[in-house]
């Protein structure tokens, strides 16, 4: 995948969705929730955001929901329910399954980082970043009981687009894209009926009005 927008955009667009702005110190981005009421600065060292984008440039798009490469698939995720059972905040908070037979590895949950800044380059192209959060203020986050401590900015990011869910399919042979759709499908089937959900695979992205 050619990522177009160097890091000091991609930091701009993080920035843009929690609706602040972003400076730099001694090799990281810092961004300053107290400009939205929450006391509270998290650092992003610069070489860490480097590695997720050039994680990211190793997968190709496939459309506007799905990165793959020959190893790894993740895909958007949609609960078709009026009361949603599936809603991981954060990456540990996620169903992992391992099918040994095919040497696949399963995890349904909250976007990894790499997928997270694919959703705001994708986003960016048509409108803001902003759309991708979900309409509450971002203090409310931090005030929920019993909460660990948050010092990423990613787990911010996974916390306010609470709606988004993917499923990452890691294999340890390499795979066609229709390999792991077929896999991906027959997953999210048997999950469905297990769990008495609604999960499909969600092609396109809707957004929030911003």
Partial sequence: MVIEKTIDEIAD????????????H???????????????????????????IDSLSLFESQDETIISTN??????????????????????DALRVTDSDNNIEYCLSSPSNEYLVFLLIKVSEVASTRSLVMPMPLRRVFERPREEEITNIFDVLRRIIGRFLTLRLDSTKNRTVS????????????????????????????LCKS
């Fill in 13 to 24: 667009l993080i920035a843009e969705a929690l609706r602040i702005h972003v400076s730099e």
């Fill in 26 to 52: 001694e090799g990281a981005y810092v961004f300053n929730l107290n400009e939205v009421n929450v006391d509270k600065i998290i650092h992003l060292p610069k070489d860490e955001l480097q590695q997720i």
């Fill in 71 to 92: 190893k790894v698939y993740e895909t958007l995720v949609r609960e078709e329910s009026s009361f949603p059972r599936m809603r991981p905040r954060v990456r540990d």
């Fill in 179 to 206: 390999e792991f759709e077929k896999y991906s499908s027959a997953f999210l089937f048997q999950l469905s009926y297990n769990m008495d959900a609604a999960l499909v695979p969600q092609r396109h992205l809707v």
